[in-house]
């Protein structure tokens, strides 16, 4: 393969990741705009409690998450994207041992 067929391939990429871009734009705006799936999960297995701050690891609670969505809908979660939609009042910080948790998160006990 010649330098020219090359720079034609590399500008074909281009223009698809363009395309997929405009569809994955296109996607996010006719999705219903109610809570995201990270916001339905906290809202179903967490609860607020102030006083808890080294309780729930992120590791743990991205596990979880991703079992608890589809494999098609793990493609658009990622360690940064279900850390910044994590709602308030929680968030994330890091402890000793350079372990990340979930702040003023407790785990909501099923019933089983």
């Not at 997929?20 to 916001?39: S, Y």
């Not at 179903?44 to 969505?69: A, M, N, Q, W, Y």
């Not at 809908?73 to 994207?81: A, F, I, P, Q, T």
Request: positive net charge; glycine residues 4%.
């Amino acid at each position: 393969m010649n330098e020219h067929e090359i720079r034609e391939l590399e500008n074909e990429i281009d223009v698809l990741q363009a395309n997929l871009n405009i569809a994955k734009a296109k996607l996010a705006a006719a999705r219903p705009k109610g809570p995201n799936a990270v916001e339905r999960f906290v809202r179903e297995h967490l609860r607020f409690d102030p006083g808890c701050l080294h309780v729930v690891t992120f590791k743990e609670f991205r596990e979880r998450f991703l079992l608890s969505i589809t494999p098609r809908e793990r493609l658009e979660w990622n360690k940064v994207s279900i850390s910044r939609a994590i709602p308030e009042p929680f968030t994330t910080g890091t402890g000793s041992g350079n372990v990340t948790y979930v702040l003023r998160a407790a785990w909501v006990l099923s019933a089983s």
